[in-house]
């Protein structure tokens, strides 16, 4: 379900951002460059990716230290969109829910 979710909510957000992207107003630059933007000034590295849509790649960044984040959509251009940022991010690790019948 939160799967399901989070994928609603990304679907959701790449339309936003389609949107956004064809009035000018996303700040979307080279992916090397939007990458070294969010190290240099961020120290945020990539902590995990998915495939968005039929033809973009969702990447999260994240750094430790200060606790902030940023999701980025590339484009089959080569261009990195910046989708979302913000702050307390914490790496979580949780079991599976369990499923079926208790024995």
């Known amino acids: ?5 989070f994928a609603l909510s ?4 790449l339309m936003a951002l389609a949107a956004d992207i064809a009035r ?4 979307c630059d080279a992916r090397d460059r939007v990458v070294a933007f969010l190290a240099d000034r961020y120290g945020e590295t990539r902590r ?14 994240a750094a430790d ?5 940023t999701i980025t959509v590339t484009l089959p251009d080569g261009q990195m969109c ?6 307390a991010f914490e790496t ?8 079926g019948t208790p024995a």
Request: hydrophobic share 45%; no cysteine; net charge negative.
């Open 65 to 69: 230290d200060t606790g902030t984040w």
């Open 1 to 5: 379900m939160t799967q399901t979710m």
């Open 48 to 61: 995990a990716l998915g495939i968005a849509g039929d033809a973009a790649v969702m990447e999260l960044f």
């Open 10 to 13: 990304l679907g959701i957000g």
């Open 24 to 27: 000018g107003e996303t700040q």
């Open 92 to 99: 979580l690790t949780e079991d599976s829910p369990v499923t």
């Open 82 to 87: 910046l989708v979302a940022s913000g702050s």
